[in-house]
């Protein structure tokens, strides 16, 4: 439930309209019995808009609660579903509660949705949501659309999901077309006004349609003081202080946000300034006077993985919208157009992170060092400039504007590569360890493959079974009844099969080598012991490292550090007398172990 909707108003809704129908006794119903599967759920759906706007939400529970009473159907009230959220996609809680639990469990016989529009408002979402309903054998009902599933319905709703795909574009072409014109007739569009602005509007209440009229809309300073300049410390004299610090001191954006901190002006969302956020402040033409409306939008991030199609793409960048399509509209200027250029231009030159486009610092375990507070990756840095002493550091440390920074402020020395390396080293020239070791992950590959076979037979038979069994009712050999209770149990055997096929190919999965790829890695392991590891190269180092999926994880006080790598290392372990390693988990579903007491060792 999200913040806007609290769990009691939400039952208070549930309550209202069962009772405005007439239907207690079968609409949010508590306490039933949800190992059952004879109840229906109830979906619909607002937009926080919606919602903040014109709440339908109780209309929509009470045509539910209708239909639950018409259909002589029971919805418990943990099966009221509601999410607020657009029907842009299907990536929402409720939704993916139905569709990942409810549906494929089969722990409902129907779903009420009072209108089409509700579930979504794309014809693929829709289809793919009424397939997956009709293949689970759950109904769909709808308030304002036919249920069949014959070709006259399907058409019907699809049509209708078109319409309301229609209504979605008119309304969002509406709001730029109605912003656009009245930037063209010298209003200020209506939307919040950036930081350092405050939107104001003039409106009257015309008396015949009883409907505001927005007379005026502008964007004032905020705040001005009596002498006509910013007053000192408000977000329009941090602006520009902004802009002086810069522009014309040349300073960081990451010590303006310090500095805006140190002066407790407060950012204009989260807790405290971040330099994205003084960066992207930075950015706004706005301040010098001239702002633009429909400049920018929002963007798929190409790089990110996708995911399931009905689940969306969240545009995620932002992104200038062509010239021709931006208006432009005076507001009282902050800055001059030069103090702008020159701030954004010294933003460019020195770029984010100097690391990034700069020299790469070479650091054998960059991303494999961990935080020992809060395990995330350390960053690299060079004590002095010019010098080659590399230091890892815990960078989230150093972000004040998190939310929960992390409290670790050691530096781990770079000289760690080096002892690091030797001790892989040590490891990896014990010949017969390595082939050990991948004899056995070889083996184990097999055997679980082995295993895979032995399950895909037994679904064979069992088909093989049913078909011999269905020959058999043909001719007359058993009972409907017998039949029954004859196919039920091969049935049963072929799921327990399959399920089991699934649980051993993520067994494989998880082991992180394929029998391919750990006869790869055997040869290039070879090959590289063979030409002496201590002579080899950084990128050959840093290749070997990835592949042997290293991680370092240093203790608190920097005394000590634990290795893990995705081959079992512990063995060498033991021909040393050290028997005793823990089993960790580290980094998700990928099982590494440790081997404390040998890499146990005192740095300082
Ligand atoms: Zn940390």
Redesign the pocket.
Known sequence: MVEAMSRERFNHYITVAAKAADYEQGFGVKGCDLSLRHWWSAYTRQSTREQAENDRLAEYLLSSARMAKQLRVVIPWEYVIYDTESSEDLNRPGIIRLRKELIPGRHVSGVIVPFQGRLSADPLHQLTFERECVYYGVQVIYGDAPAGQDWGSQTTRLIQAQANALRVKCNRDNALAGNIARVLTGKAPAHRAPYGYIYRADKIIEARTGRAKVLRAFWEIDELGPDGEPVCESPAWAVRKFFIWIGDEGRTAYWVAHKLDELKIPPPCSISWSPKAVIKIAGRRCYTGKAEYNANGRVVNPERPLGDLTLGMKRTLVRPKPENVRVTFDVPALITEEQFLRANKNLRERGRGRGKQGKRIQALFRTRML?P????P?SILLRKKDSDQVYYY?R??YCSWLRNP???SHFVPGTWDVEIWEEICTMMSSGAWLEQQLVTELSQSAHLEKLIRLEQLKVSQARLRIIKIQEGWEKGFYTPEEVQIKLTEQREAVTRAESEIVRLRGQMADRGLSAIEAELLRQELKALRDRNLQESTFDERADLIAKLGIKILPSEDLKSRKIFCRLNLAEVNEEREQASFAKVTFGGRRRIRTFDPYFIRVVL
């Open positions: 935080c507070r809060c395990g995330k350390m815990c989230a440390h992390c409290t670790y």
